[in-house]
């Protein structure tokens, strides 16, 4: 994360969520979801510092030559404009998680040293 920041090209478009909110009530970006809105109301401190990082994680499985499964998950930057933030190169493999099934029982302990790692 520390890299996004380190480059002035990136750096600029960090903060990006901060000052481009649409007005009419459309949806153009994440930060314009009520969710976010709520977040922001729930977490003043955080919100008030543009510089701080909002990410999305998601995962999803794929069983590629076995009857075992992949659970690739990602990580999004949401802080970046919507042409930036869905592109591959701001879009990160964090880890895959193996299971011949859909690990969801257990993928907090998956999880959990990401989510350490990040706060």
């Known amino acids: ?11 600029k478009h960090m903060t990006w969520h901060a000052t481009h ?3 009419d009530g459309s949806m ?19 919100a008030e ?16 030559h076995s009857q075992y499964d992949r659970w690739p998950v990602i990580i999004t930057l949401y802080n970046l404009p919507p042409g930036m933030c869905m592109s591959s190169e701001y879009i990160f493999l964090m880890m895959v998680i193996p299971s011949p099934s859909n690990p969801k029982r257990l993928i907090d302990v998956y999880l959990e040293p990401l989510i350490e790692e990040l706060l």
């Open 28 to 46: 153009c970006h994440p930060s314009d979801a009520k969710a976010w809105k709520h977040l922001d109301q729930m977490y003043p401190d955080f």
């Open 49 to 64: 510092e543009p510089r701080n990082v909002r990410l999305g994680i998601c995962t999803d499985g794929f069983a590629p």
């Open 1 to 11: 994360m520390q890299r996004l920041y380190s480059l002035r090209s990136t750096a």
């Open 21 to 23: 909110q649409t007005e």
